[in-house]
């Protein structure tokens, strides 16, 4: 089982910035995918971003790209979505999740993650 904690969301006003960590422990996630995705209201959950943890081989949804950066840090076990120039329909609850190791494939489906952090919210105003 691998367990993910997010933090770092709030309230922000267009244009501004955030940084999104999610805390991994558990079982090892170095051969694994870590991917973030959001929801909002009365929407249907949507792929961010991903990294590959071994390789740091990244992959985006076009509309974030250039915008948001997706990193981790091995030696925390954590990985962190680096938000800029928020807009309003940037505003969503953000979820961490992590496929099984072992599948190394970037993909952006949210049924290919096998598990998944509680969410934090993120408010862009205007």
């Known amino acids: 089982q691998v367990q993910l904690v997010e933090s770092g969301g709030g309230l922000v006003q267009a244009g501004g910035s955030l940084r999104l960590s999610c805390a991994t422990s558990?079982?090892?996630?170095?051969?694994?995918?870590l991917g973030w995705f959001r929801q909002a209201p009365g929407k249907e959950r949507e792929f961010v971003a991903a990294?590959?943890?071994?390789?740091?081989?990244?992959y985006y949804t076009e509309s974030v790209e250039g915008r948001f950066t997706i990193s981790r840090d091995n030696a925390k076990n954590t990985v962190y979505l680096q938000m800029n120039s928020l807009k309003p329909e940037d505003t969503a609850v953000y979820y961490c999740?992590?496929?099984?190791?072992?599948?190394?494939?970037?993909?952006?489906?949210?049924?290919?993650?096998?598990?998944w952090g509680q969410g934090t919210q993120v408010t862009v105003s205007s």
């Open positions: 999740a992590a496929r099984r190791e072992g599948f190394t494939g970037l993909t952006s489906s949210p049924n290919d993650y096998d598990y």
């Open positions: 990294v590959r943890w071994n390789d740091d081989m990244t």
């Open positions: 558990g079982r090892t996630v170095s051969g694994s995918i």
